[in-house]
């Protein structure tokens, strides 16, 4: 395979490791509902595929997350669900952080709309999202407590076996119970370093 060369855009790359072919080769296996589920980054490296696909693959496919991606055809649009930020909200069972965002939409679909109404279209599906969200409040934004790296891994140290050492858990910890603040990949970075530090020890 050749190198891909600086400046390629994601859809370029994907489409240089031959990925554009195995999804059409995928999709085309099954005649059931796809639900794709990415964050923002990974839509827009599809999108261009997902363009190629004819009307009646569209009309199987519903996609949660990558919300920050626009251009979609309009099919692809009308597949979108409404999932938004009340997905984080006080009423929601599903809160997380941003980067498991899609997977926690995923779920709600399957358990909450799909399992009801697994033969609905797009629209329908949409409306039923749209009505179990309703309730949702939107959460409201915290001004976390900014920490230096040392006292964050302090912290964070004395809370690794409560949350298992799982990074999503920690985090979730730090913001919500502990109210401070601590950008992700900051946070990854350190957690990084103390399980570097735990595996020595």
Not at 29 to 54: D, G, Q
Not at 80 to 109: E, I, V, W
Not at 155 to 183: H, M
Request: with cysteine.
């Amino acid at each position: 395979m050749d190198k891909l060369h600086d400046g390629r855009t994601e859809s370029e790359w994907w489409n240089g490791l031959g990925g554009s072919k195995m999804l059409h080769e995928v999709f085309g296996r099954t005649e059931h509902l796809i639900v794709i589920a990415l964050p923002s980054p990974y839509l827009r490296m599809i999108a261009p595929t997902l363009t190629e696909l004819p009307d009646s693959t569209c009309e199987r496919i519903r996609i949660v997350g990558g919300r920050d991606v626009r251009g979609l055809r309009p099919s692809l649009e009308s597949a979108r669900l409404p999932y938004d930020d009340r997905l984080d909200g006080p009423q929601s069972p599903l809160r997380g952080t941003r980067s498991d965002f899609a997977s926690r939409a995923l779920r709600h679909f399957v358990e909450a709309i799909l399992s009801n109404a697994p033969l609905g279209t797009a629209e329908v599906h949409a409306k039923l999202v749209e009505s179990e969200l309703a309730a949702w409040e939107r959460p409201i934004a915290k001004l976390g407590v900014r920490k230096s790296d040392a006292d964050l891994k302090s912290i964070v140290r004395e809370n690794w076996a409560r949350a298992d050492g799982q990074a999503t858990k920690l985090l979730r910890l730090l913001r919500d119970e502990l109210n401070i603040a601590c950008e992700q990949k900051r946070f990854a970075r350190l957690a990084a370093e103390i399980r570097e530090e735990r595996a020595l020890s």
